[in-house]
T-cell receptor, first 117, second 113 residues
């Protein structure tokens, strides 16, 4: 199957700093990328959907000025958590969908575990 | 009511057992359905899509009942390696009319020796 990478796999940062997470599709061109967040014992929650070259569509309740998404190319999307706080500590997972994706299948990155102290 | 509901379990079964998971969804316009598997502290991985006619992949069988808005997953001859959380997923559309996946909370399965 298609490969999606995320970097970093884990990060610890101090409250008030910003953290950037990269999501790359390694062997296909991702027209759409999705950013999810998962808290312990919770289901995956979609934060935003981004299409290459256009602004991301954020889900209700997700602050677009806090979670900055850039999808500048068909293989790279970035999520920047600005002014991170302890409540932003979570597992952030990206997924990507490429051209002619069958049945809307998404390929997931391995996730980034963010801890804000 | 949650858009996708699952029994969180946990289901504790012995090796070789048959176990079934159920899932209901609220949006009758949903068109695509999936079962994903998620291991602890890992990303979810697609197990199988669910088709209207039902489909089977080895020891796994998925069923869809559109009238009842109900999806099931049956695992036969459980293996220790089947221990994981099984996520029921349906598609929907968000405010930007983009298709998005709606995730259930997951059903935890522990297969014991």
């Amino acid at each position: 199957g298609a490969v999606v990478s995320q970097h970093p796999s884990w990060v610890i940062c101090k409250s008030g700093t910003s953290v950037k997470i990269e999501c790359r599709s390694l062997d296909f061109q991702a027209t759409t990328m999705f950013w999810y967040r998962q808290f312990p014992k919770q289901s995956l929650m979609l934060m935003a959907t981004s299409n290459e070259g256009s602004k991301a569509t954020y889900e209700q309740g997700v602050e677009k000025d806090k979670f900055l998404i850039n999808h500048a190319s068909l293989t790279l999307s970035t999520l920047t958590v600005t002014s991170a706080h302890p409540e932003d500590s979570s597992f952030y997972i990206c997924s990507a969908r490429g051209f002619r994706a069958m049945n809307y299948e998404q390929y997931f990155g391995p996730g980034t575990r963010l801890t804000v102290t | 009511r949650k858009e996708v509901e699952q029994d969180p379990g946990p289901f504790n079964v012995p090796e070789g057992a048959t176990v079934a998971f159920n899932c209901t969804y609220s949006n009758s316009a949903s068109q695509s359905f999936f079962w994903y598997r998620q291991d602890c502290r890992k990303e979810p991985k697609l197990l199988m899509s669910v088709y209207s006619s039902g489909n089977e992949d080895g020891r796994f069988t998925a069923q869809l009942n559109r009238a009842s808005q109900y999806i099931s997953l049956l695992i036969r001859d459980s293996k220790l390696s089947d221990s994981a959380t099984y996520l029921c997923v349906v598609n929907s559309r968000n405010a930007g009319n983009n298709r998005k996946l709606i995730w259930g909370l997951g059903t935890s399965l522990a297969v014991n020796p």
